[in-house]
């Protein structure tokens, strides 16, 4: 049981190259999220999925895009990669919604934008 | 969906003593959870509070929740060097959304 693992770990992108991040989850979650993490800044929710097919825009979702084709697995993309989004990327999932569920996170990936 | 605040950003203690990590929020909550995060690694859930509670305690870990003030806090009693970590309260709302604050940055020297 792996948990949430997150691949790539670390990346190193030029400006306007584009990327997937890929998140998955071994737990059967149905809820699954995307955060970015700056200094000083806590997280920041980017996109969500509260099942298969389904995807909603977070605190800061532009410059960026989600699919959850199979419930296991959340991607992240970078459309045209910008310097403003290099940080650390964590996803996460919850069993269900009713927010009284805890969020289990990936070890999250570090992404560097030249 | 709010953001909680964490208070203080950072805490240095020896071993052996307490730490207390203190969280602010703005409006209405369903409930409030608490993390923490190791160098390098993702967050871990370390407790859940319900807003009709008003403590609950899990091995040395002791959270209170305070509605009226809007606040809520962490004690980590007999604190050990591998409770090193950066601490972040989460308020939720009726929604679907965490949202964290900075977190406090705790430093249990042995």
């Known amino acids: 049981n792996a948990g949430v693992t997150q691949t790539p770990k670390f990346r190193v992108l030029k400006t306007g190259q584009s990327m997937t991040l890929l998140c998955a989850q071994d737990m059967n979650h149905e809820y699954m999220y995307w955060y970015r993490q700056d200094p000083g800044m806590g997280l920041r929710l980017i996109h969500y999925s509260v099942g298969e097919g389904t995807t909603a825009k977070g605190e800061v979702p532009d410059g960026y895009n989600v699919s959850r084709l199979k419930k296991q697995n959340f991607l992240l993309g970078l459309e045209s990669a910008a310097p403003s989004q290099t940080s650390v990327y964590f996803c996460?999932?919850?069993?269900?919604?009713?927010?009284?569920?805890?969020?289990?996170f990936g070890d999250g990936t570090r992404l560097s934008i030249l | 969906s709010q953001q909680g605040e964490e208070d203080p950003q950072a805490l240095s203690i020896q071993e052996g003593e307490n730490a207390t990590m203190n969280c602010s929020y703005k409006?209405?909550?369903?409930?409030l959870q608490w993390y923490r995060q190791n160098s390098g690694r993702g967050l871990v859930h370390l407790i859940l509070?319900?807003?009709?509670?008003r403590e609950k305690h899990s091995g040395r870990l002791r959270v209170t929740l305070d509605t009226s003030k809007k606040s809520s806090s962490l004690l980590i009693t007999a604190s050990r060097a591998a409770d090193t970590a950066s601490y972040f309260c989460?308020?939720?709302?009726?929604?679907?959304?965490?949202?964290f604050g900075g977190g406090t940055r705790l430093m249990v020297k042995p």
């Open positions: 509070i319900r807003s009709n509670e």
């Open positions: 409006t209405s909550i369903n409930n």
């Open positions: 989460a308020p939720r709302d009726a929604g679907n959304m965490l949202t």
């Open positions: 996460a999932s919850t069993i269900g919604g009713g927010g009284n569920q805890p969020q289990h």
